[in-house]
């Protein structure tokens, strides 16, 4: 077996046999300890990575295969057959549509900023030589900062194209995720995930250490990642940018979108929380800001079948993941956050910090980092990363990612290591572990 793939299957199946004595009371069969649900899963995610050309079929065949098989041996989370199926989706499909409409619609967003002229122009501002495109990264990672993070990777995406005159090495790319998701973790309005947190009455200053380890993690990553592609394909010169001419409404339209996506999160989830999750506002409220934006300039609705198959394989295996029978998490400490971050490279990080908000007693800046930027360490362990491989197709190979974006893991193992050292393990409290803190940190407090 390819080492590579081997690694692969490892990582996907270990934290599992940890898991699985916490399956619902209706267990259905185990391979070496681990549900069968997991196993399928496994195979979905190395037949993706064995058959990028085709991994909208593997997905949806996973999908296929996973649901007839709780048909027949466990039931659902919710009941059993059509019923319990129904009720699933029921409770899943607001955050599939709001994924659905984020990608679709950032994708548009992405084309009218290209055609705004801005990245054009951009070489004149940016250094020449390698450590352009490293300042080109922390561009992204301190937009990410206050945009989300699909937002923030197919901006830095389509500045990356242009600059580097369309090729755009396959390391980069997993550095553009992995900037765009950095920049997230410690803000509780950049990543879906750090809102989560909030809603919980998590404070905004209890994630805000993420970026202790989020800043290491990207100059560790962005360095070689910035000097691959000025290997692959140099910057281009500032000369070419000097004629480029910006087309302002295209540059209005880019902020209108992003001000309505903005204004609804923070208005939905500050005032009116209790129905945040009950209908795709965010989605929507960006669907809505491009039709009502259409009449000034065009958008290029001809990019939406390719940009919807796309999405639907996104939404495949994030409905895959929401099949699986992890209903509570391995005790909380920093082991456990660390390991969260290599699943959350395969697994949608949303259901995952659901799951460790429920269970409370964690340092939810640790918590933050490692399921936000550990999914950049596989292209589909990320929104940001699959809506990224709509456009750089070359991307949808998880040999290709980890082999020529090995510097993520490298940068997301010392970003952590780093964090634990400087700011340690410190549990705080939320709405519904009012006691963490102080219950916690007793004894399971680390670092200095």
């Known amino acids: 077996m390819n080492p590579s793939l081997f690694l692969l299957v490892c ?13 619902p009371a209706k267990e259905g069969p185990v391979v070496a300890g681990i549900p069968v649900d997991f196993v399928l899963f496994a195979a979905t995610l190395v037949g993706v990575a064995l058959f990028h050309r085709h991994t909208l079929q593997v997905a949806l065949t996973g999908l296929a295969t996973i649901i007839a098989y709780k048909f027949i041996f466990t039931g659902f989370k919710h009941g059993d057959g059509l019923v319990g199926l129904g009720l699933h989706f029921q409770h899943e499909w607001v955050i599939l549509a709001n994924l659905l409409c984020l990608l679709m619609g950032f994708a548009l967003l992405a084309d009218h900023f290209e055609k705004s002229g801005v990245p054009d122009v951009l070489p004149k501002f940016l250094p020449e030589g390698w450590l352009g495109g490293f300042v080109l990264l922390i561009l992204i990672a301190v937009l990410s900062s206050f945009l989300d993070n699909i937002a923030a990777a197919l901006i830095g995406g389509t500045i990356a194209a242009t600059v580097f005159r369309g090729k755009v090495h396959i390391g980069y790319i997993a550095a553009i995720v992995a900037a765009s998701n950095a920049g997230g973790s410690g803000s509780v309005v950049g990543d879906t995930t ?7 009455g998590i404070s905004p200053a209890a994630v805000l250490h993420a970026y202790a380890a989020a800043v290491v993690a990207i100059v560790v990553c962005g360095i070689p990642a ?3 592609q000025h290997a692959y394909s140099p910057i ?25 996506a903005i204004s609804v999160n923070l208005v939905i989830n500050i005032k009116f929380n209790e129905i945040s999750d009950s209908f795709p506002f965010i989605g929507v409220a960006v669907v809505a800001a491009i039709l009502l934006s259409a009449g000034i300039r065009r958008p290029n609705w001809e990019m939406l079948p390719e940009t919807f198959m796309g ?13 699986m029978p992890v209903e509570k998490l391995p005790v909380a400490s920093w082991q456990t956050a660390f390991t969260l971050g290599f699943v959350s490279a395969v697994f949608d990080n949303i259901p995952l910090t659901a799951l460790a908000i429920k269970q409370g007693g964690y340092d939810w800046g640790v918590l933050a980092y490692t399921v936000g930027f550990g999914g950049s360490m596989i292209w589909f362990g990320s929104s940001a990363g ?19 974006g090995w510097h993520v893991t490298v940068g997301y193992i010392i970003g952590f290591f780093v964090m634990l050292y400087l700011v340690g393990w410190h549990p705080t409290a939320d709405r519904y572990h009012t006691d963490n803190g102080v219950e916690v940190t007793s004894g399971q407090t680390a670092g200095h």
């Open 11 to 23: 990582t996907l199946l270990t934290p599992f046999s940890s898991w699985a004595s916490t399956a």
């Open 236 to 260: 281009s010169s500032g000369e070419e940018a000097a004629h480029a001419k910006v087309d302002g409404a295209r540059v209005a339209i880019v902020g209108f979108i992003l001000v309505m």
């Open 311 to 323: 999405s639907i394989f996104l939404l495949s295996l994030v409905t895959c993941a929401s099949l």
């Open 386 to 404: 699959v809506a990224i491989s709509n456009r750089f197709h070359e991307s949808r190979s998880v040999l290709l990612w980890l082999r020529h």
């Open 226 to 228: 910035a000097l691959q």
């Open 194 to 200: 750090t809102t989560m947190m909030w809603i919980a």
